[in-house]
Structure formats: C-alpha cells, structure tokens
Antibody, heavy 119, light 107 residues
Framework: QVQLQQSGPTLLKPSETLSVTCTVS????????WSWIRQSPGRGLEWIGY???????IDNPSLKSRATISTDTSKNQFSLTLTSVTAADTAVYYC?????????????WGQGTRVTVSS | EIVLTQSPATLSLSPGERATLSCRAS??????LAWYQQRPGQAPRLLIY???NRATGIPARFSGSGSGTDFTLTISSLEPEDFAIYYC?????????FGQGTRLDIK
C-alpha cells in the first residue's frame, strides 16, 4: 500500500525559504512521477511541479523559478524548497504520486502540510 | 494556461438523489480530465481520470463523461459520505490546472 507522509506545519517570515518533505512507503521514488501541489483559499489548488527519473524536474512557470524539487533515494523521500516566500505562499502543501506513466493524474496523496507566512 | 470553470458553485441535494456536476474548459483538453473529491481536513481523492475511467476502489455510482471542453461528473444515488467538494483537473496542457470546485451540500 502506497503511503506518503509529510513533514509538519511551518511558520515562516517573508523572504525566508520554505522546505517540506514527503516520505514514501510502499513504492520506490525511482519510479513514477512525484508532485507537489498547494491549496489556498485565494488561489485554490495549484500545481507546483514534479520530479521523475530522479533528477529530472518540471515546475510551474508561475512560481518564477523559486521552487526546487529534490530527492533522497536513501530515505525514499522527495522535498520541495521554495525561496523568497511571501504571504501569497501561505497554503496547505500536498505531495502526490502520479498514476502509472501519467505525470498529472494524482493517485496517492500525502496528508498535507500547513505553511503560514507572516511577519 | 487552460482555465476550468465548474458549475454550480454549490449544489444542495438529499441522500439518494442524483448529482450532476459540470466542468467547462477554456479550450479542448483532449479527454485528459480528472475529477477529485475532497472532504473537510483531507487531501483530494482521485475519482475519475481521462474523463470516464474510475480510479481503483471508487464505487460504481460515480461516473464521468464528456469530451472536448465539456465534462460531467455524475453520482447516481448520493450516500452521506459523498457530501464534499469536487474538483476537476486537466493534464492536456502544461501546467496542469484545477477548477475552483463544486460544493455538494446536504439539503
């Protein structure tokens, strides 16, 4: 059974760097597409990006290259780093796994990590 | 990017009734449309992918249809656990985008 366990809630100040980790069990991160999605009242659900074939990533142009998705195969984890955060980055961040060979059908989800950006 | 517009914003029905939710795309998504259910405090759950394919473990009362720019999620007979928010999502164009959601409330 595939399970995705995310790191805990985070409080950040503007201009700091966000970091969220997703630990995968029941599947190898060497396979499939592993995504980050966020959800906020103002912006709804928003795709951040994904990693596949370990080391290959694609992110949403709307984030203006602030997002980096990395992997740690020894821990079967992948992580999101988002630099220069502002209040607009306040959201619940989800990790998810793609279905089969499809990058953008999210079959399994983490529980979500609440990130708050406030001065 | 492709904009998905869901209607209605809120749908109030009773258990046992039939629910019909709509999703319209700003351009064709070539059938690459998914539906998710989100209950309060939970992550979204995949229901339907590629317009009409039920995901693993999803009850048969959920069905999807449509093509081009117009898609429908139908719940044939509402169960109490079906009252939630439903989102459509396209993967035809990068970046993938979501609709704003339809809230299904108990009447």
């Amino acid at each position: 059974q595939v399970q995705l366990q995310q790191s805990g809630p985070t409080l950040l100040k503007p201009s700091e760097t966000l970091s969220v980790t997703c630990t995968v069990s029941g599947a190898s991160i060497n396979n499939h597409y592993w995504s980050w999605i966020r959800q906020s009242p103002g912006r709804g659900l928003e795709w951040i990006g994904y990693v596949y074939h370990i080391g290959s990533t694609i992110d949403n142009p709307s984030l203006k290259s602030r997002a980096t998705i990395s992997t740690d195969t020894s821990k079967n984890q992948f992580s999101l780093t988002l630099t220069s955060v502002t209040a607009a980055d306040t959201a619940v961040y989800y990790c998810a796994r793609g279905k089969g060979a499809a990058s953008a059908i999210m079959e399994f989800w983490g529980q979500g990590t609440r990130v708050t950006v406030s001065s | 990017e492709i904009v998905l517009t869901q209607s209605p914003a809120t749908l109030s029905l009773s258990p046992g009734e039939r629910a019909t939710l709509s999703c319209r795309a700003s351009q064709s998504v070539n059938g690459y449309l998914a539906w998710y259910q989100q209950r309060p405090g939970q992550a979204p759950r995949l229901l339907i992918y590629d317009a009409s394919n039920r995901a693993t473990g999803i009850p048969a009362r959920f069905s999807g249809s449509g093509s081009g720019t117009d898609f429908t999620l139908t719940i044939s007979s509402l169960e109490p656990e079906d009252f939630a928010i439903y989102y459509c999502q396209q993967r035809s164009n990068w970046p993938p985008t979501f609709g704003q959601g339809t809230r299904l409330d108990i009447k």
